[in-house]
T-cell receptor
């Protein structure tokens, strides 16, 4: 089955701890994304990666870090510097294309992080 | 970024058609109109997209106004499984070295309730 997996589904951490969220895809997509969703709100882009060993900040990157050592994997670390880390985190991927081409994004099931 | 405006919520009865409106008065000539939906506690899923002409697929139809300042997502026969938050999104293309990535900017969307 092709798709995106995120683990775990629920994650609980104490304030001040770093935590890493997993995202794996077997769709052979070049581009991967991390979004954050707060209750009743839309998604906001944290980081994105167009290719292995390269990633760019999105709209709300402060307090987060990522790596892209493999095409299939794009883990997100929520650091202690993130002021309000409790949220629903969604990973997505899409094929990479030439300028002007459009591709849909495929989303994982999400990880709900609670920090107390 | 060009913005979209959607009603906060809409209701429908099962088996009836649903018309979900979206206003995007500042749309640029190269913006694609995308629709995604998000079921409770899940990641969003792609529904449909279009540029200028009306579009149909197995999930829905997309009607685009002639001036492209508005569009309507049409679910021909709503089912209980269609109850979700529907997002109308204009694709913001960012060029980087000849390739592009599809940054999706999500608003709050329309909460669709389907009554049995």
């Amino acid at each position: 089955d092709g798709g995106i997996t995120q683990s775990p589904k629920y994650l609980f951490r104490k304030e001040g701890q770093n935590v890493t969220l997993s995202c794996e895809q077997n769709l052979n997509h070049d581009a991967m994304y991390w979004y954050r969703q707060d209750p009743g709100q839309g998604l906001r882009l944290i980081y994105y990666s167009q290719i292995v060993n390269d990633f760019q900040k999105g709209d709300i990157a402060e307090g987060y870090s990522v790596s892209r050592e493999k095409k299939e994997s794009f883990p997100l670390t929520v650091t202690s510097a993130q002021k309000n880390p409790t949220a629903f985190y969604l990973c997505a991927s899409s094929p990479q294309g030439l300028s002007g081409r459009w591709y849909e994004q495929y989303f994982g099931p999400g990880t709900r992080l609670t920090v107390t | 970024d060009a913005k979209t405006t959607q009603p906060n919520s809409m209701e429908s009865n099962e088996e009836e058609p649903v018309h979900l409106p979206c206003n995007h008065s500042t749309i640029s000539g190269t913006d694609y109109i995308h629709w995604y939906r998000q079921l409770p506690s899940q990641g969003p899923e792609y529904v449909i997209h279009g540029l200028t002409s009306n579009v149909n697929n197995r999930m829905a139809s997309l009607a685009i106004a002639e001036d492209r300042k508005s569009s309507t997502l049409i679910l021909h026969r709503a089912t209980l499984r269609d109850a979700a938050v529907y997002y109308c999104i204009l694709r913001d293309v960012v060029d980087a070295g000849g390739t592009s990535y599809g940054k999706l900017t999500f608003g709050q969307g329309t909460i669709l309730t389907v009554h049995p």
